[in-house]
């Protein structure tokens, strides 16, 4: 098995608030920069990571575990592979620190992620409850906790330009990162 300090492409995880673009902003990277996309919502839903479900909130517990040790071996066979990872998913504190060298946290101004999430069908109170996550910046804040600052990236995300700026400088500071580790 090749060791995670041993990998010559980055992985990259971007995340943020439900709807604030990870997943089109991961799959951009994903193509122009040639790494793999691994959108964590469709492991969890393909896998069935579920360790219960709860009434209250009506959704579903995440088994952790499951989930932690199928993406470990995800990224090991990219590692082998030669290949560098961009995951996306609305929470970052549960996985390993050494798994990534670059955290994008996107941010999404709180008029345009009502029309969002309102598109996406979201009910009032769940509307409301990632739009107060949004405005008191729970996600940064947990980047924050959970890696070194200075691999944490915040980057708007309102308009295509903005999408295409961020990909842009991921693709540039990717670069930079093989220069350096090679
Ligand atoms: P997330 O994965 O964060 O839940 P998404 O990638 O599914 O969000 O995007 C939600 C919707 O918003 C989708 O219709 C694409 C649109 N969108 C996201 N980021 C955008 C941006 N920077 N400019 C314009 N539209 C964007």
Redesign the pocket.
């Known amino acids: 098995m090749s060791d995670e300090t041993e990998r010559r492409r980055p992985n990259i995880l971007v995340t ?1 608030t ?8 991961a799959a951009l990277v994903a193509e122009r920069l040639g790494l793999r996309h691994i959108n964590v919502g469709e492991i969890i839903k393909e896998h069935k990571c579920y360790d219960g479900h709860d009434e209250e909130l009506d959704t579903h517990i995440l088994d952790e575990d499951k989930l932690l040790d199928l993406m470990e071996a995800l990224i090991q066979k990219c590692a082998v592979d030669n290949v560098g990872i961009v995951a ?1 998913y609305h929470s970052c504190e549960l996985f390993p620190e050494r798994w990534f060298d670059l955290i994008l946290v996107l941010r999404t101004n709180t008029d345009v992620l009502f029309d ?1 999430l309102t598109e996406r069908g979201y009910n009032d109170k769940k509307r409301s409850e990632n739009l107060e996550a949004e405005i008191m910046q729970v996600v940064l804040d947990e980047a924050h906790e959970s890696y070194d600052v200075d691999i944490v990236q915040e980057l708007p ?4 330009e ?2 295409e700026g961020n990909v842009d400088r991921c693709r540039m500071w990717a670069e930079q990162w093989v220069k350096d580790n090679a």
């Open positions: 943020g439900p709807g604030v673009g990870k997943t089109v902003t996306d969002r995300s309102n308009t295509k903005e999408m």
